[in-house]
T-cell receptor, first 114, second 111 residues
Framework: NAGVTQTPKFQVLKTGQSMTLQCAQDMNHEYMSWYRQDPGMGLRLIHYSVGAGITDQGEVPNGYNVSRSTTEDFPLRLLSAAPSQTSVYFC?????????????FGNGTRLTVT | RKEVEQDPGPFNVPEGATVAFNCTYSNSASQSFFWYRQDCRKEPKLLMSVYSSGNEDGRFTAQLNRASQYISLLIRDSKLSDSATYLCVVTPWNQGGKLIFGQGTELSVKP
């Protein structure tokens, strides 16, 4: 069981570039989510999904897109990278679509936008 | 007001000390509560769920006070390995599965 797998681990982008952060889980979890973590801000929810074909916005969705075509995968797309998107990104999944079960996190992606 | 608030610390305590963290939440319809631990530059990991009646896991005790809308984490007999950031997590009942994190409380246990 790999759990939650995020790629890449590190990425450097120039302003205006686009990219996709990959997230996959092999636990058949319905709930998947993306967070960003900045110093002093804690983890902030970007987007989440309660099942294949269903996505919704979190606290800080602007500048990011997601899709959930399968139960396993939940990619996060940066449309036009900005320095304000420099952060550590975590993907997480859980069994319960109602949020009543704990989250399993990936190892994180450290993104720098110059 | 933030949905979930924690004292950011840092808390600097000697080994063997007892330390307590509080976390307040604003949504009275919140249904599930957790404490996570995060080591420097690593992903958060579940420490314990918080149940209405309170629960204990070894040196760790979690309590929930719905009337005052806060949860607490008590660590007894602190170890050096307890040094980490502790994150409070709340799931609002009426927000379809969103889990909201506090900003974390940093704990440093010194010899």
């Amino acid at each position: 069981n790999a759990g939650v797998t995020q790629t890449p681990k590190f990425q450097v982008l120039k302003t205006g570039q686009s990219m996709t952060l990959q997230c996959a889980q092999d636990m058949n979890h319905e709930y998947m989510s993306w967070y960003r973590q900045d110093p002093g801000m804690g983890l902030r929810l970007i987007h989440y999904s309660v099942g294949a074909g269903i996505t919704d916005q979190g606290e800080v969705p602007n500048g990011y897109n997601v899709s959930r075509s399968t139960t396993e995968d939940f990619p996060l797309r940066l449309l036009s990278a900005a320095p304000s998107q420099t952060s550590v990104y975590f993907c997480a999944s859980s069994y319960s679509r109602q949020g009543g079960s704990p989250l399993h996190f990936g190892n994180g992606t450290r993104l720098t936008v110059t | 007001r933030k949905e979930v608030e924690q004292d950011p610390g840092p808390f600097n305590v000697p080994e063997g000390a007892t330390v307590a963290f509080n976390c307040t939440y604003s949504n009275s319809a919140s249904q599930s509560f957790f404490w996570y631990r995060q080591d420097c530059r690593k992903e958060p990991k579940l420490l314990m769920s918080v149940y209405s009646s309170g629960n204990e896991d070894g040196r760790f005790t979690a309590q929930l006070n719905r009337a005052s809308q806060y949860i607490s984490l008590l660590i007894r007999d602190s170890k050096l390995s307890d040094s980490a950031t502790y994150l409070c997590v709340v799931t609002p009942w009426n927000q379809g599965g969103k889990l909201i994190f506090g900003q974390g409380t940093e704990l440093s246990v010194k010899p």
